[in-house]
């Protein structure tokens, strides 16, 4: 019997049959693939949608604005209190940029406040508010939806085709996040940078492809559809060693100092000044929103309507050295624009409004710099400033360099950008978006600890159990009761 032959089935090669059953071969490993790779695509078309609807919904206003200049002090503030009514129920999720609510999910492993944070009901309503608010003008950006956007299609997906471990489900959230900020500015690196210094604050091993996939596929789709274009065009611009390397000194500081004042003016804390503002939008939150739109309409005649919508014409002006770049006054004029817009509760992110703000700041710099390229310090300002409101020194430095195209200004542009995050820290030590996130994880908490019995249907918490000022635990600009920073996984 020994000498017989082996069956067919063990002569097998086992050098194949090692190969045939790695894990890069597994169904679920494939299938988790091909979901992912349709995501990604999904998520680029809505950024691009997105974008197209946002242009279209500015322009929208700008035939409005062009029968007076007046209209917008009617407009405005009536659309800015409906919009802030109609984001009181269910869609208060949409609210802000969008970018909280991501890092919240990723950090709290609960089905049901991942499904109010990133459901496809609050992904729709995030863009259909935001383009809302923007053809009333309304000074916000695009970008931090996208970013909502994106992870919210992810998650969805990843539940839709069981992917519903926890872990699972944080890495779908993660890449759709990345994906929505590389399709947003067309930035495949920012939002790789952006998925690891600023949504997760880790970086994985094992999911970095994973990670790079989703970008790489969105930025394909982006790629095919809209050309390869720079969001600013190319900026030819250097910065010669020397006394013109004093940009790099002011812009860091003094972009970065008024960063920080701006996130520190956003978060409304419970303490201090602002917290008769915080403690108002919380009694009535409609009312405020409508004295918010008016507020933005004034701000919109004093500055020859400059300071409405995204600030992308603006800023792009700027940088180029066109004869249509606003006055002098801009930069700190679409500062205060940015601060009532986010202070209504309205969708919408800061992203490209701060981009604008960061070009009128470094736009006033450079006139005291005779010796400085124009161009390369209005590009130092746009980068340290968003350094400075986003607390992301390396995200806006990739993100500055891919907008125009210019890798000429790598260093300079570095060392602005950490500059202005230690001048950003003096008012604001937390970034802005974790420290919106961080108040979610709180609130959650003690929404849980304060729980009703099993039994009850309706499963909502007494709301007298929340802090004085809280409306809700989804609430951005709600006010913490302490400062607990979030577990990074």
Request: positive net charge; contains cysteine.
């Amino acid at each position: 019997m020994s000498d017989l032959p082996e069956p067919a089935s063990k002569s097998t090669n086992p050098r194949l049959q090692a190969l045939l059953g790695h894990q890069f071969f597994a169904p679920h490993h494939w299938k988790r693939r091909l979901v992912l790779w349709f995501g990604a695509v999904l998520v680029a078309l809505a950024a691009i949608l997105f974008a197209k609807a946002s242009v279209w919904s500015y322009q929208l206003f700008l035939r409005v604005l062009s029968h007076g200049s007046w209209i917008p002090l009617i407009l405005t503030p009536v659309v800015f209190g409906l919009l802030a009514w109609v984001t009181e129920g269910r869609l208060r999720a949409t609210r802000g940029s969008g970018i909280p609510q991501v890092i919240g999910t990723l950090h709290i492993e609960n089905e049901s406040f991942r499904a109010r944070m990133l459901s496809l009901p609050i992904a729709a309503g995030k863009m259909v508010l935001t383009l809302i608010a923007l053809t009333v003008g309304a000074s916000i950006g695009r970008e931090g939806p996208t970013v909502h956007v994106g992870a919210a299609l992810f998650y969805s997906m990843a539940r839709r085709f069981g992917f519903d471990d926890p872990k699972a489900a944080s890495r779908f959230i993660l890449a759709g996040g990345a994906a929505g900020i590389a399709a947003a500015f067309n930035t495949p690196l920012a939002g790789v940078v952006f998925a690891i210094e600023e949504l997760a604050g880790t970086f994985e091993h094992r999911f970095s492809g994973l990670l790079l996939t989703a970008v790489i596929i969105g930025g394909v789709v982006s790629l095919g559809i809209m050309g390869n274009y720079s969001y600013f065009g190319e900026v030819q611009a250097s910065l010669p060693l020397g006394h013109a390397w004093l940009a790099v000194l002011l812009t860091g500081v003094i972009c970065g100092l008024l960063g920080g004042l701006f996130a520190r003016l956003i978060l409304l804390n419970r303490h201090g000044p602002l917290a008769l503002i915080g403690g108002l939008r919380a009694r009535q939150p409609v009312l405020f929103a409508v004295g918010c739109g008016l507020a933005l309409a004034l701000l919109g005649m004093g500055s020859h309507s400059t300071i409405y919508g995204t600030g992308y014409d603006q800023a792009r002006a700027i940088v180029q050295g066109t004869a249509s770049m606003p006055g002098q006054g801009f930069g700190i004029e679409k500062l205060l624009a940015n601060v009532v817009s986010y202070w209504a509760g309205i969708p919408g992110g800061i992203f490209s409004p701060a981009l604008a703000v960061g070009a009128g700041l470094g736009q006033n710099i450079a006139h005291f710099l005779p010796g400085a390229p124009v161009a390369a310090v209005v590009l130092l300002g746009m980068s340290a400033y968003l350094a400075g409101v986003t607390g992301a020194p390396l995200t806006s430095a990739v993100i500055a360099m891919e907008l125009t195209n210019n890798q000429d200004m790598v260093i300079p542009i570095m060392a602005a950008c950490l500059l202005a995050r230690a001048a950003a820290s003096l008012f604001c030590p937390t970034p802005v978006y974790r420290d919106f996130a961080e108040r979610m994880v709180q609130d959650f908490e003690r929404q849980q600890a304060s729980q009703p019995p099993a039994g009850d249907p309706d499963g909502e918490r007494d709301e007298s159990l929340l802090p004085a000022g809280r409306t809700s635990a989804f609430d951005e600009s709600a006010a913490p009761a302490d400062t607990r920073p979030i577990n990074r996984p």
